[in-house]
């Protein structure tokens, strides 16, 4: 065979052969993956730690910027708070090496010439996962937050902001979206692997419309149309870039 011509198919299937693994050791490699995963949360943890009254400060500064204070109810609410902030800070620090063991994970079942993705589905994902927190906390949140507070406001009623409660919505809704973000990531990998294609995705759009609501309506802190818009909007341009991505980097994939 002359360099630069199509892959020999017999080779491609003897290689998909020797990749082929039992479902126990699929379970194994899942448990594997999860247990480096966690660790890798777990290092970042201690570090994130570390900074964590740096961490509390910049994550109470949309609400500080608006009220002024937030109270707390018991004594050791300070400290589980701490610990919370510590811990998504964690997951955010740690996404290229979570990514890394995601990709490890399905990499048996590409073929040799995919797995170059690699780098490229890690860095991506990466990125997606840190903007999409980055999107929250400087646009979606702080709107949400001004929005609702702005109605006790305009009544004269000063507003006595529980830390607990802000920071559970607020970390929520961070988490929330690093993981909307991965969509293009997402479809990336399932169109590689041959579950879904370009095509599939675009005449289902009206689903993933209705998807869009639903997840929106569940995240933000109300149901009106304007917080709504602000999650489902980038959640519907992210599907459908992951549309692009499917028809570019997608492909039929051999039967079983």
Not at 57 to 64: G, M, S
Not at 180 to 199: C, D, H, K, W, Y
């Amino acid at each position: 065979m002359g360099v630069g011509t199509e892959p020999d198919p017999i080779s491609e299937a003897h290689e998909e052969i020797r990749g082929q693994m039992s479902f126990l050791d699929h379970l194994e490699e899942l448990r594997r993956r999860i247990l480096h995963a966690l660790i890798a949360v777990g290092v970042s943890f201690v570090i994130c730690w570390e900074f964590s009254d740096r961490l509390f400060t910049i994550v109470a500064r949309p609400i500080i910027s608006t009220i002024g204070e937030l109270n707390f109810m018991t004594p050791t609410e300070p400290f589980n708070l701490l610990v919370k902030i510590s811990l998504v800070a964690a997951l955010f620090l740690s996404a290229p090496f979570i990514m890394a063991q995601v990709w490890l994970f399905i990499a048996p079942g590409l073929y040799k010439r995919e797995r170059r993705y690699a780098l490229p589905f890690i860095i991506s994902s990466s990125l997606l996962f840190v903007v999409g927190g980055l999107f929250g906390y400087f646009v979606a949140f702080p709107f949400a937050v001004r929005f609702l507070i702005s109605f006790g406001q305009n009544l004269k009623m000063k507003p006595v902001i529980n830390a607990a409660e802000y920071f559970d919505l607020m970390l929520t809704v961070e988490l929330a979206l690093g993981i909307i973000f991965e969509i293009p990531a997402l479809i990336f990998v399932l169109s590689r692997i041959g579950l879904v294609s370009g095509g599939f995705l675009l005449r289902n759009t009206k689903y993933a419309v209705l998807l869009s609501a639903v997840v929106a309506a569940i995240i933000t802190p109300t149901s009106d149309i304007p917080n709504m818009m602000i999650i489902m909007v980038p959640m519907l341009m992210l599907y459908l870039l992951g549309v692009v991505v499917a028809f570019i980097f997608g492909k039929k994939r051999k039967e079983d």
